[in-house]
């Protein structure tokens, strides 16, 4: 049973663009939400969460959105640059508990 | 957000044998915990390293097959014993911030012949 899902293996986006990378999770225990970006040979990087008290959190370049009706999040880039290439993850964890639970990833690709 | 360090980096091991990896954190934390990415999967938790007890484990790891331990509140060890190919993936610590944020070692690539 997956619990958080990411159903775009990859995304591909012209530099400057915005890039939308999306994610669903199915347990309404959840209430915690995190996004990770991974380069090949390294370990996830944390880039920005979100506390399902909110629906939006901003961080420079990178915004979460939180739909919680809807079970849904997502991570908008803007503008994208070709550094930004890379998988990303999102997990999730239910309070007090510090189980993070991730998605499949999105290959992100970034052309100049 | 804390410096973790993870040895070996990588290792090529035959199968039947066993390989501890261990990890180094820049400050003290209160959790740490062991993730396992299998080839072209998702990163998975195995257990949750507790400073002076036995590790808490999820669903489908066990404790003969992966023993951790958690001496101090700045090191931890993971050790995959009896290797078979299957368990060729990359194996990382993690520690929380207090804050609900976990950030995450460099990983050891593992390859079982």
């Known amino acids: 049973d997956q619990q958080v899902k990411q159903n775009s293996p990859s995304l591909s986006v012209q530099e400057g663009r915005i890039s939308i990378l999306n994610c669903d999770y199915t347990?309404?225990?959840?209430?915690?939400f995190l996004w990770y970006k991974k380069y090949p040979a390294e370990g996830p990087t944390f880039l920005i969460s979100?506390?399902?008290?909110?629906d939006k959190n901003e961080d420079g370049r990178f915004t979460v959105f939180l739909n919680k009706s809807a079970k849904h999040l997502s991570l908008h880039i803007v503008p994208s640059q070709p550094g930004d290439s890379a998988v990303y993850f999102c997990?999730?964890?239910?309070?007090?508990?510090?189980?993070?639970?991730f998605g499949q990833g999105t290959i992100l690709t970034v052309h100049p | 957000s804390a410096v973790i360090s993870q040895k070996p980096s990588r290792d090529i091991c035959q199968r039947g044998t066993s390989l501890t990896i261990q990890c180094q954190v820049d400050?003290?934390?209160?959790?740490m915990f062991w993730y396992r990415q299998q080839p072209g999967q998702s990163l998975t938790l195995i257990a949750t390293?507790?400073?002076?007890?036995?590790?808490?484990?999820e669903s489908g790891f066990v404790i003969d097959k992966f023993p951790i331990s958690r001496p101090n509140l700045t090191f931890s060890t993971l050790t995959v014993s009896n290797m078979s190919p299957e368990d060729s993936s990359i194996y990382l610590c993690?520690?929380?911030?207090?804050?609900?944020?976990?950030?995450f070692g460099p990983g050891t690539r593992l390859t079982v012949t």
């Open positions: 347990n309404s225990m959840f209430d915690y």
């Open positions: 979100i506390s399902s008290i909110k």
């Open positions: 390293a507790n400073q002076g007890s036995e590790a808490t484990y």
């Open positions: 400050s003290q934390v209160t959790m």
């Open positions: 997990a999730a964890s239910g309070r007090g508990y510090g189980k993070l639970t």
């Open positions: 993690s520690v929380d911030d207090g804050h609900s944020e976990q950030y």
